[in-house]
Nanobody, 120 residues
């Protein structure tokens, strides 16, 4: 059994900052890529940022230069530092991780989602 638990969402004024965290726990052998996705009302879920186990990162063009993804492999945790938030960043943010379990099965796991609201 593997769980991803997110924290750090909330309400902030436009221009403000938030930091999201997502911790993986359970029957984990290794964690490959981790990432953040978001879904705004009436829209499809979209990729925000990803990070490999080696630390290589990838960002959506809309957040590049404002958001920073990082991870702590010892804590099985991924972070998303969000600066200069805009109203269009308002969405439910989900973390995802490609995890190899102790039974050597690889699956993508998702967090429960955390609401981020940037008010104008």
């Amino acid at each position: 059994q593997v769980q991803l638990v997110e924290s750090g969402g909330g309400l902030v004024q436009a221009g403000g900052s938030l930091r999201l965290s997502c911790a993986a726990s359970g029957s984990i052998f290794s964690i490959n890529a981790m990432g953040w996705y978001r879904q705004a009302p009436g829209k499809q879920r979209e990729l925000v940022a990803t990070i490999t186990s080696g630390g290589s990162t990838n960002y959506a063009g809309s957040v590049k230069g404002r958001f920073t993804i990082s991870r702590d492999n010892a804590k099985n945790t991924v972070y998303l530092q969000m600066n200069s938030l805009k109203p269009e960043d308002t969405a439910v943010y989900y973390c995802a991780a490609d995890i190899t379990t102790m039974t050597l099965i690889i699956n993508r796991y998702w967090g429960q989602g955390t609401q981020v609201t940037a008010s104008s």
